[in-house]
Antibody, heavy 119, light 107 residues
């Protein structure tokens, strides 16, 4: 069974930084595209970033380019999202998702980690 | 960016009803479309990928169709567990984008 567990969320002031982590199990992590998708409270879904299996390709939504960095450690079965220069509009539940590469749907989702950015 | 729209935004239905949700893309996405179900306080769950391929374990009352710019999700006989919000999503090109969602509630 695929299990994705996010951690690292919390309350931060505008301009601050946070690092989200996602521990993965139940599948071959090193062969899988991985993504971060966020959902603002009461709102819809927004894809944030993805990374290919060996970490050589990374893609971002325009609104986070230059501020967020996705990375992975295949030896630790872990995915990360470093978030810098946080803005109030980055407040959301951040989901770690298996898949989301070219031709790969978002197959399995974690429970999410809440990031709240205050002004 | 490819814009995704859904209709209706809310749908009131009864158990046993046949329900159809429409999703439209602002440009052709071939069949690179997924459907998700989300219940309150839970993460989305993949129902259908590649426009019509049912994910493992998803009941056969769910079906998807379409290609290009117009797609549908059909629930052949609505069950109590199906009251939820449904999202479509394109994964043809970056940035991947979602529709705004269709809430299916009890009539």
């Amino acid at each position: 069974e695929v299990l994705l567990v996010e951690s690292g969320g919390g309350l931060v002031q505008s301009g601050g930084s946070l690092r989200l982590s996602c521990g993965a199990s139940g599948f071959t992590f090193s062969s899988s595209w991985m993504s971060w998708v966020r959902q603002a409270p009461g709102k819809g879904l927004e894809w944030v970033a993805n990374i290919n299996p060996d970490g050589s390709e990374k893609n971002y939504v325009d609104s986070v380019k230059g501020r967020f960095t996705i990375s992975r450690d295949n030896a630790k079965n872990s995915l990360y999202l470093q978030m810098n220069s946080l803005r109030v509009e980055d407040t959301a539940l951040y989901y770690c998702v298996k898949g989301g590469g070219s031709g790969w749907p978002f197959g399995s989702w974690g429970q999410g980690s809440l990031v709240t950015v205050s002004s | 960016d490819i814009q995704m729209t859904q209709s209706p935004s809310t749908l009131s239905a009864s158990v046993g009803d046949r329900v159809t949700i429409t999703c439209r893309a602002s440009q052709s996405i071939n069949s690179w479309l997924a459907w998700f179900q989300q219940k309150p306080g839970k993460p989305p769950k993949l129902l259908i990928s590649k426009a019509s391929s049912l994910d493992s374990g998803v009941p056969s009352r769910f079906s998807g169709s379409g290609s290009g710019t117009e797609f549908t999700l059909t629930i052949s006989s609505l069950q109590p567990d199906d009251f939820a919000t449904y999202f479509c999503q394109q994964y043809k090109s970056y940035p991947f984008t979602f529709g705004p969602g269709t809430k299916v509630d009890i009539k």
